[in-house]
């Protein structure tokens, strides 16, 4: 369940959804919305006993809530999860620039012992004002890191590539691991739908490229740079046939998702929202377990059959990829029924990259593993050849 | 907490004020290593070592037995010729002695080889002058992966006892100067982070009953925070390779010298082969810093 | 025990020099450096060998000589060093004053000796290899290369007893060098500069000097009567060997002698220890036995050769018979081969 807590945020990253798209309803979530949030989770939980709720915050900024709204969502699920508490998950994504030790003891409460945040020192890119102030969002940021560590919390971090980034990725792969020595650092790509930030954008191929350059760099030290996604997934997914995948290449998000806006209206997630896709009604009208049943889920749960006949026939990246996130397949096609253009950077650098350096080759077809499901993927069914 | 080790010039009056502290007193002449010890001694502090800053070369300073059973750290200019110092150095390497030398001169890297290679511990130091870079990468791939173990040259295998991959490796110690281990008291008692800020009269207090916890105090504070600043103006330092361990010591002089960057690299990398390949062999019981 | 070449500097020109391939192809600034010596003191202690030769040209030219002597020494390695005797007052004081000081069983020199009145010195040379045996004789055993049948040893036996060098004296014999052969001793002169040095039986026993044959001497060149009293003088076997002596040059590159340093020269760090060096070397030197047994036709089939008592003369003459003689041997292998032809 994503959070939407606000739209609204502190800094103005330039290539940020919430900076460019018009908000509709309330810029913040009120506390009746966050009080409903806990009765439908209780709710919930109680009709199905074997699972669990990840609850993400995010926003916008969601520190901006402030410390006492946070409080209070505590004091909702103690008051409506009493018997279901332990199956919830709290857990944040912050740009950490408002980050105090009150956050710090309310989310210790909530059970939240990582943050989850985002960074880019390139000047330029993020930060408050127009053009963005990177002086004044780096030592935001350093200064909130500074009482996540010391408050003992963990923290990880996704660095968005842009194209300002491909000037020089390995001075900021190495940025991002002295800053992070421990790991736990993610590379995406910058994600632009509309003509702006069209500067910023990179493609596919792009993106790969800036991988490979990387990853050059990460594989004779993969012990050195611990926890550097994609490549801790990709080489464990390879060498153990487990499937550790994000949302977008797991195939599975249909009946997994929920995204809660302030106003209270629930979607699939926080794209769909913004796009007016997949919108199960309001969290007032509607229990958590009516809307994962809502039939418009049903062509997410289609998804996978239709691309393994379809665009990903015979691919032998599939079980490592499912075609991608479904809306980056509609943003690009107007469908779900497509493999997103991403597609091109896996297997660029699958392809490119990783097989030439680590000699091994990837064999995650579907004739190897079932299609979609939850279970883990065994060793029979990810093959790894290694090269002679 | 463990309350650091107090480094101070040789003082009764310092020591009268201090009791049950581990402590590590300075002298400038050998002779005085031994009076400075017992002075320790006698008023019941612990002596962590002495530390002797000399002028002359080692081969100019004849060990005395009675230096046996205290840690000495000897920081000399240089060797000097190693015919006149082979009448001393099988005392020297009897005796619990720790060379130091500055890495800036590059006789000192072939004499800290001469000296590991003839079982006597050394440190290199470094200044506000940088060593020749490509050259003490040789003697650091020497004291990690030469084929014949030898005693510690450091900090290089003081680096490789303390590093890990997943963080930083704070090497100051070995010199002294990692204020979570060592504070700096001048005459007067006051506290120093290090020996170069005493030296430039920047102190934290006044005396030591004024510090609590070290780690909390602000001055500190801000000086383990320093890092920050090569972050947020995203340095070269910040993006060099060899950040995890010289956390950008020499930025004052990347700029006419700019090996260090390969330089620690190649430690990191030589580190982990040695750490990989560590072999338990039986060492002599010498202090350490 | 290998040699190291300090630098391949030198004081003389001897005529027989069969360095003197290697000292010309060097640069003057050619010296070991400290990181190389201490690498190679590592070497030969996890090769578990503790004993090394100082060699050159003359290797206390070396500007650190007597620094890499007591380090040398510190290291628990025994030491010998060969040398002209030709050094400077400065370099003599530096002896006097620090290398006395280490005893003579770890550390000895040995002095190789020119007749004065077969080879012409400098002026003053001689008069400063006397003043170097005057302050190290107790250290010095005398040396000397045979490269003429009608050498003289009276000098040797009178500095022996002048200065008290040690009663040892190293007889060599002047090697060719393959491709520039230069003075040397050939085998059909062996067994005249066998006879000769016989000769001094008597001053050897009368002066009790015990003299060792250095490589390349060929068992059958000495009578029997010569070889027992060899043996009775000496009161060891006479080995009569040719093996690899492992020559380190001050670039860190190794060849098996002096003579065939142009023959497979390697790099040291391209070894993990001396026993690879010496398998690697006599691996070469069989290769050249393997063609021709020995410098003397009987060699092929001597029953002292295979059985090892004698290696059949120095492995630098057949080489040089293999890469100068085989051209010549061109036209007597096309007339065989015409003489088969069949009618």
């Known amino acids: 369940m994503i959070v939407k807590a606000t739209e609204a945020c502190n800094s103005n990253c330039l290539y940020c959804d919430v900076v460019h798209k018009a908000v509709k309803g309330p810029t913040t979530m009120p506390l009746d919305v966050i009080e409903c949030l806990f009765r439908r989770a209780n709710e919930f939980l109680e009709e199905t006993p074997n699972e669990e709720l990840n609850v993400v915050w995010h926003g916008g900024e969601p520190l901006l809530l402030g410390p006492g709204s946070y409080a209070q969502a505590l004091e909702f699920q103690r008051r409506h999860c009493h018997d279901t508490s332990a199956r919830i998950h709290h857990s944040i994504q912050t740009n950490l620039s408002l980050f105090t030790s009150e956050f710090a003891r309310v989310f210790r409460e909530l059970g939240i012992d990582c943050i989850g945040t985002s960074y880019d020192p390139i000047g330029g890119v993020r930060g408050p004002g127009k053009p963005p102030d990177t002086a004044i969002y780096n030592a935001r940021f350093l200064r909130g890191l500074e009482v996540v560590e010391q408050e003992g919390f963990g923290w990880g971090v996704i660095y968005v590539v842009t194209q300002f980034t491909l000037k020089r990725p390995d001075a900021l792969f190495y940025f991002m691991t002295n800053l992070k020595p421990d790991g736990g650092i993610s590379f995406s790509p910058v994600l632009v739908y509309g003509p702006e930030p069209r500067h910023l954008a990179i493609t596919p191929e792009e993106y790969a490229d800036f991988l490979g350059t990387i990853f050059r760099l990460w594989w004779p030290h993969s012990e050195r740079f611990r926890g550097v996604e994609p490549f801790r997934s990709l080489l464990r997914n390879a060498r153990e046939g487990a499937c550790s995948l994000g949302c977008g290449e797991s195939g599975q998000c249909a009946a997994s998702h929920w995204n809660l806006a302030p106003d209270g209206r629930v979607s699939h997630c926080g794209r769909s929202h913004d796009w007016g896709l997949l919108d199960y009604g309001s969290i007032f009208d509607r229990s958590l377990a009516d809307m994962r049943r809502d039939g418009q889920r049903d062509i997410l749960a289609q998804r996978n059959e239709v691309l393994t006949n379809g665009d990903c026939q015979g691919c032998r990246l599939w079980l490592i990829c499912h075609g991608g996130c479904p809306l980056d397949s509609w943003a690009a096609t107007g469908s779900f029924g497509h493999k997103t253009p991403w597609c091109r950077a896996t297997k660029r650098f699958v392809e490119t990259h990783f097989e030439p350096v680590t000699g091994l080759r990837l064999k995650f077809s579907v004739e190897d593993g079932p299609l979609g499901g939850s279970e883990p993927l065994g060793a029979t069914s990810a093959q790894v050849e290694s090269t002679p | ?289 | 025990m290998p040699n190291l070449l300090l630098t391949t500097r030198c004081v003389r020109s001897c005529p027989y020099c069969f360095a003197r391939r290697e000292i010309e192809a060097s640069s003057s600034a050619d010296s070991v450096s400290w990181e190389d010596l201490i690498f190679l003191a590592d070497f030969l202690e996890a090769s578990g060998d503790r004993h090394i030769s100082l060699l050159g040209g003359e290797p206390t030219l070396h500007r650190d000589f007597v620094d890499f002597v007591l380090y040398l020494h510190e290291r628990g390695f025994s030491i010998t060093v060969f040398t002209s005797g030709v050094l400077s007052n400065a370099c003599l004081c530096d002896l006097e004053r620090y290398l006395r000081a280490v005893p003579p069983g770890p550390l000895s020199f040995v002095c190789n000796l020119n007749d004065p009145e077969q080879i012409s010195a400098p002026p003053g040379e001689t008069e400063r290899v006397h003043e170097f045996l005057s302050v190290m004789g107790p250290w010095v055993s005398p040396g000397f290369n045979i490269h003429r049948p009608d050498f003289r040893l009276e000098f040797i036996i009178e500095l022996v007893a002048r200065y008290g060098l040690m009663r040892q004296l190293r007889l060599g014999i002047a090697h060719p060098v393959p491709g520039n052969p230069g003075t040397h001793v050939s085998p059909g002169m062996v067994r005249q500069a066998i006879d000769r040095l016989c000769s001094y039986r008597a001053l050897f026993e009368r002066f009790r000097i015990k003299p060792g044959l250095d490589c390349g001497f060929p068992l059958c060149q000495f009578s029997d009567e010569q070889l027992g009293w060899f043996h009775r003088l000496t009161g060891e076997a006479l080995r009569f060997y040719c093996c690899p002596a492992i020559d380190i040059a001050p670039d860190m590159s190794v060849y098996s002698c002096f003579p065939l340093s142009r023959f497979h020269r390697r790099s040291i760090y391209e070894f993990d220890s001396m026993r690879e060096v010496l398998d690697f070397y006599h691996h070469k030197n069989d290769a050249i036995r393997a063609e021709l047994a020995g410098i003397f036709e009987e060699c092929d089939g001597c029953i002292h050769r295979e059985e090892g008592v004698c290696a059949g003369g120095g492995a630098c003459h057949l080489l040089c018979r293999l890469t100068d003689e085989a051209p010549v041997r061109l036209p007597e292998i096309q007339r065989g081969l015409s003489d088969t032809r069949l009618p």
């Open chain 2, 1 to 289: 907490m463990v309350f650091p080790i107090l480094v101070f010039r040789d003082s009764q009056k310092v020591l009268d004020r201090l009791h049950g502290h581990r402590v590590v007193v300075r002298v400038d002449d050998p002779e005085n290593i031994v009076d400075a010890a017992s002075r320790v001694q006698r008023t019941g502090n612990q002596l962590s070592c002495v530390i002797c800053d000399s002028v002359r070369p080692l081969s100019a300073i004849t060990p005395a037995e009675s230096w046996a059973g205290i840690p000495v750290a000897l920081f000399v200019p240089e060797v000097g010729r190693l015919r006149d110092l082979t009448a001393t150095i099988h005392r020297t390497r009897d005796l619990d002695v720790h060379v130091y030398l500055p890495a800036a001169r590059p006789e000192n890297l072939v004499s800290l080889r001469i000296l590991a290679s003839l079982n006597v511990p050394s440190c290199a130091t470094f200044g506000a002058e940088p060593p020749d870079w490509e050259a003490l990468a040789d003697l650091m791939t020497y004291a990690l992966l030469g084929p014949i173990p030898h005693v510690p040259i450091d900090p290089f295998e003081y680096i490789a006892d303390h590093y890990a991959p997943d963080r930083w490796t704070q090497w100051d110690a070995v010199t002294f100067s990692d204020p979570r281990r060592y504070l700096h008291l001048d005459a007067e008692s006051r506290v120093a982070l290090s020996h170069d800020d005493l030296l430039a009269g920047a102190f934290i207090a006044d005396d030591l009953g004024a510090l609590d916890d070290i780690e909390r105090h602000p001055a500190f504070v801000e000086r383990a925070g320093r890092w920050r600043r090569f972050f947020a103006e995203c340095t070269q330092c910040s993006c060099c390779p060899g950040w995890r361990v010289c956390q950008g010591m020499f930025v004052h002089t990347v700029e006419r010298a700019p090996g260090c960057s390969a330089f620690f690299t190649e430690l990191m990398d030589v580190v982990e082969q040695h750490n990989a390949k560590r072999r338990q062999t039986r060492q002599p019981n010498r202090w350490r810093p």
